[in-house]
């Protein structure tokens, strides 16, 4: 069993993730404005084009929550009642198999969850892609890992399950979202926040595990295409995040249709 202490020493080389100097950090940060002076911009931007002050303040609102917002939230490791873990993509099926490749990707978030779970071992329920590698690589029992959202074969080629769709069939599994307990993501890094968002829609107390640092590789080979680089899955996870929030205030005003 490992200790905190030696958990948090080993989990960045095990799950093999790049860090970033604190140099760098400290370099954007005098030069990023401040929350309130991009409002104030935003709002004077918004101002003009729109030529509505009320509307342009109400979006300003909604496009600075969603779109400059990457922060999480954390749980304390000790605290912690179940594992959820998300796929990032997949790979083409080879040699005539008709299941697509799992992908490097899949591995790091499963060798982020097991490094964890020697830890803490509590219960995980794991996308499909995710999943297999905790069973095929670790070992791990289906009454210990649960694996949901497998893929989809058709006409069309694979259908993978979306983030959504797996929260959902994880809360039915589970038969309610408050009996999982604290729950604590696990995903690639640029994934997290869209992926808790997503959970907590469902129901779960989601965060995500405090010190532990998600995959933040690409890969080259991956699919959907968007997932091959960071600049193209950014702008499909803004727009996520955008369609989100437009369903959500559109539910608001009109419950009834």
Known sequence: MLTRRRFLTLAPSIVGLYTIGSSVFATASTLAASDAELKRQMLGKLTTELNEATLANTQTQHLFKTLFNWDTATFDLNTINTIVAYSFGYRPALNGNTMPELGPINEQIA???????????????????????????????????????????????????????????????????????????????????????????????????KGIVMPLDYDIDALPVQNRRRDLYILTNLSTRMGILRTQLINQKYPNG
């Open 111 to 209: 060798d982020a969850v097991y490094v964890f779970y020697q830890m803490t071992p509590v219960l995980i329920y794991a996308q499909w892609e995710v999943a297999s590698i905790l069973k095929s690589k670790y070992h791990l029992e289906s009454n210990k890992v649960i694996s949901v959202g497998n893929p989809t074969i058709n006409t069309n080629g694979v259908i993978t399950a979306s983030i959504d769709q797996v929260a959902d069939m994880i809360v039915k599994k589970a038969n309610s979202a408050i009996g999982l307990g604290k729950v604590a993501i696990f995903t690639h890094a640029d994934q997290q926040s869209l992926a808790i968002d997503i959970s907590k829609i469902y129901g779960m107390n989601a965060a995500i595990p």
